[in-house]
C-alpha cells in the first residue's frame, strides 16, 4: 500500500488490500479514539473527484476484516449497490442520491452484528476504478510516479535533446488508461487514416494535458503515430494537421506536397456514442 496524501484527517491508500484480494483506493475505518474523523468527509470527497473525472468501472465494497457475527462471505456482498448496479459509471450519477444511499449501504453491510439495528457508515472502504495511483496522486495534487519518472529523465538530458525529450513524454504521459478508452471508443481505428494497425494508434490531447481530469474521451482521438506528431506540431500558429468544429480534416499548406495532403478536407471517423464525440 502506498499513501495518498490528502488535506483530510484520515488515512488513504492506495494498492493491494488482503481482506478483498482486489488493487484500489483504500479508506481506513473511522476506528475508535478519533483514528481518522474526516473519514466521511473523505469519503465525500472522492465520490465528487471521481464524478468531475467522468469516471467509470467504479466499485465500492466495503472493506472490514470478518467477524464472528459478520463473516463477509463474499466480495459481491461487500458490494455498494445503487438503483440496481454495483458498477458505476460516475458521468450519469446523481451524486447526492448516490452518498445518501452508499451511507445506508454501508451502515448496513458494516454491521458487526448482521441483527443489530443499526450499524456505522465509518468502515473500512475499497474502490476500485479506472484511476489507477499516479491518477489519484493528481486529482488530490501530489506529485504522481510518472511526474518522478519524468523529472528524472530531464534530469539526464543535455541541453540540446531536452526540448524534444520533453514534447515526447508530455505526448506519451498517461497513455496506457487515456488510450485504452479511446481504442474502445473509436474501434480501434484512427481517427484520420483509418488504421487499424493497434501497434501504432495513440492517444492524442486535444486541449493539452493538464491533469487525470484532461484525459477524457471528448478531450482525445484516436491517431496513427505519424499523425499524432503532425497534429501536435505548429508552423505559423497552426497544427500541421487540424481538425474542424464539424470534424473536418485540415492539412497545413507546408504538407500539400506531401502524402498527407490526400486527408484534407475529409471527414473523421467519429466515436459511435455521440457522448464521446470530440470537442474542438
Same mark, same amino acid.
Given at each position: ?11 488513504l ?5 488482503? @481482506? ?29 473527484? +471521481?464524478?468531475k ?8 465494497? #466495503? ?11 463474499? =466480495? ?8 440496481n ?12 442520491k448516490?452518498?445518501?444511499?452508499a ?11 448482521? =441483527? ?20 489519484? =496522486? ?8 510518472? %511526474?518522478?519518472?519524468? %523529472? ?8 540540446e535533446? +531536452?526540448?524534444?525529450?520533453? %514534447? ?6 498517461r %497513455? ?20 487499424? #494497425? +493497434? ?16 484525459? @477524457?474521451? =471528448? ?22 494537421i ?13 504538407? /500539400? ?9 475529409n471527414?473523421?471517423?467519429?466515436? /459511435? ?8
Amino acid at each position: 500500500m502506498k499513501e495518498i496524501k490528502t488535506e483530510f484527517d484520515a488515512t488513504l491508500n492506495y494498492g493491494f488490500d488482503k @481482506v478483498t484480494g482486489l488493487v484500489g483506493l483504500l479508506i481506513d475505518s473511522g476506528g475508535g479514539n478519533n483514528r481518522n474523523p474526516d473519514h466521511t468527509i473523505l469519503f465525500r470527497d472522492i465520490l465528487s473527484k +471521481l464524478k468531475k473525472n467522468n469516471s467509470h468501472n467504479v466499485s465500492i465494497y #466495503v472493506a472490514a476484516r470478518k467477524t464472528a457475527a459478520n463473516n463477509y462471505p463474499d =466480495n459481491d456482498y461487500r458490494k455498494i449497490k445503487f438503483e440496481n448496479q454495483s458498477e458505476f459509471n460516475f458521468r450519469n450519477i446523481d451524486l447526492a442520491k448516490f452518498m445518501s444511499n452508499a451511507n445506508d449501504e454501508i451502515r448496513e453491510k458494516g454491521k458487526v452484528d448482521p =441483527n443489530s439495528p443499526n450499524g456505522s457508515i465509518h468502515k473500512k472502504l475499497l474502490i476500485t476504478s479506472d484511476l489507477n495511483e499516479n491518477d489519484w =496522486n493528481e486529482l488530490f495534487g501530489n506529485t504522481s510516479t510518472n %511526474q518522478i519518472v519524468v %523529472q528524472e529523465l530531464i534530469n539526464n538530458q543535455n541541453e540540446e535533446d +531536452l526540448e524534444y525529450t520533453y %514534447q515526447k513524454i508530455k505526448k506519451r504521459l498517461r %497513455q496506457s488508461k487515456f488510450r485504452k478508452e479511446l481504442l474502445k471508443a473509436y474501434d480501434n481505428t484512427c481517427a484520420v487514416t483509418g488504421c487499424k #494497425v +493497434l501497434d501504432i494508434l495513440e492517444a492524442a490531447h486535444i486541449e493539452p494535458y493538464n491533469g487525470a481530469h484532461t484525459s @477524457v474521451v =471528448n478531450n482525445g482521438i484516436l491517431l496513427r503515430s505519424d499523425i499524432h506528431d503532425l497534429f501536435d506540431l505548429y508552423k505559423e500558429e497552426k497544427r500541421l494537421i487540424t481538425i474542424s468544429s464539424d470534424f473536418k480534416i485540415e492539412v497545413h499548406s507546408s504538407l /500539400k506536397d506531401s502524402e498527407y495532403w490526400k486527408y484534407d478536407g475529409n471527414g473523421i471517423n467519429l466515436p /459511435k456514442d455521440k457522448s464521446d464525440y470530440p470537442k474542438f
